[in-house]
């Protein structure tokens, strides 16, 4: 058992219950489950230590064994201070790995866990990170830049240099540490062989870190796998979507008018989900070619300043900023309901609702507020604008969710075969194409599919190898 400061969970005798719902996980993660059997008696990640910025669900208790069974020593942390299943993260310390995550989590609260989960009891920190969003990666950026600007002449890094709250917070935890230990995170970096990210946003700030040259470890672009993009953000949130705001509302979906903002890979699994259940959907988009798509499909593209006053429930899928404004919120109907479901908060202007005249929040239940404007009308914002298919359900369900993991797996494990190979510099990769078929390939018996094979003289005829890749790089599924 670990000692107690080694964990932060909400409810320990919880474990039991999230221990039964990983037994059931399991079923539905046949490539999770092929990656232990598989890999488990070589265990290729021994030595390894892993720190995972990620939700701490069910579903990543079950990465999370996987690679502790790969011969990992982990440690682990969620990536929304909403998306904890408080008995998936008991479970996981019952079995002796660190887990610093809870369902409710202030956003101090998230930088500690953040900052614990990245510090084993040695002092030293993760030779390889799952992240998902980049914000283990982002601490551990601004404090090496940080502890250069220190060394140079003394400055500290000054939380009142931001206006964004949550920076406020990370610039004060480097600040505070740096006091401590001014190697801190150059000790990290020294022995950081990498980092694989799960999600869009994360992966664009790291191709942005690549570019301009300040990216201090090699990464692996998980998002882009075929198996994940193309499956988690698009299938994923088709079922986890409308899962997050009926549990939130029990609002009737059919018959209402919905605006999914954005339709990228999420915008396209919301809005099938949302016409399925009967709904008036319609798109709004900024990229010409994703706006045709959804014309495609019957949606009806059109902005929300035309519509503001018609809508009854809208989502934005971006993963930009400023999407749905406090004076959208002012022009709604009475109970608009106001969600997000992309990575980040900023899609929807909270602080701007926070600082309105005269506006009144009340709680209707945790993830579920109404706020009162002046006039009298309210709106139902979930999850407080964070991603609200973890805030007020319970993400993605298992199946899916193994496709994703599947690659995180085999990110780790290639990453850290390959530490002193020269293999990776620090850039962002993908991972082979081959891989990408073979976690399809995985997940096809579970629901009873069967390949046709080619023959040798098809192969040839269309040009690839009889057991793939199947498709050229630039194919788009
Ligand atoms: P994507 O890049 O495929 O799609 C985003 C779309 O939004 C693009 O088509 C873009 O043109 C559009 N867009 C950008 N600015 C816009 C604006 N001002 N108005 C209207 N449309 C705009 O990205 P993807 O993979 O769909 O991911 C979207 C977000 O969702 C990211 O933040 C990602 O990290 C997150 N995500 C969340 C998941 C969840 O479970 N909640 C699962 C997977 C991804």
Known sequence: TLPPSEYKVADMSLAEYGRKEMDIAEIEMPGLMACREEMGTKKPLTGAKVMGSLHMTIQTAVLIETLKELGADLRWCSCNIFSTQDHAAAAVVAEGTSVFAWKGESLEEYWWCTERALTWEDGSGPDIIVDDGGDATLLIHEGFKSEIAYEKDGTL????????????????????GLSKNPKRWHNVVDKLVGVSEETTT????????????????????VNDCVTKSKFDNVYGCRH??????????????????????????V????????????????????????????????????????????????????????????DHMAKMKNNAIVG?????????????????????????????????????????????GRLLNLGCATGHPSFVMSCSFTNQTLA????????????????VYILPKVLDEKVARLHLKHLNAKLTELSPEQAEYIGVKADGPFKPESYRY
């Open 202 to 221: 994360g992966v664009h700030r790291l191709i942005e870190r690549a570019r301009e040259g300040s990216l201090l470890c090699p990464a692996i672009n």
């Open 157 to 176: 890094p000054d939380p009142n240099s931001t206006d964004n709250a949550e920076f406020k917070i990370v610039l004060q935890t480097i600040r505070d």
């Open 340 to 384: 997000n479901i992309g990575h980040f908060d900023n899609e929807i202007d909270i602080a701007g609702l926070e600082s309105y005249k005269g506006i009144k929040k009340i709680e209707v239940k945790p993830q579920v507020h109404r706020w009162v404007f002046p006039d009298g009308h309210g709106i139902i914002m979930l999850a407080e």
């Open 240 to 265: 986890s979507l409308p899962d997050g705001i009926m549990r939130a509302t029990d609002v009737m979906l059919a018959g209402k008018t919905i605006m999914i903002c954005g339709y990228g890979d």
């Open 412 to 427: 780790q494990v290639e990453l850290w075969e390959n530490r002193s190979s020269g293999k990776y510099e620090n850039n």
């Open 267 to 326: 915008g396209k699994g919301s809005a099938q989900a949302m016409k399925a259940a009967g709904a008036r959907c319609l798109v709004a988009e900024i990229d010409p070619i994703c706006a045709l798509q959804a014309t495609m499909e019957g949606f009806q593209v059109a902005t929300l300043d035309d519509y503001v006053k018609e809508i009854d429930i809208i989502i934005t899928t971006t993963g930009n900023k400023g999407i749905v404004t406090v």
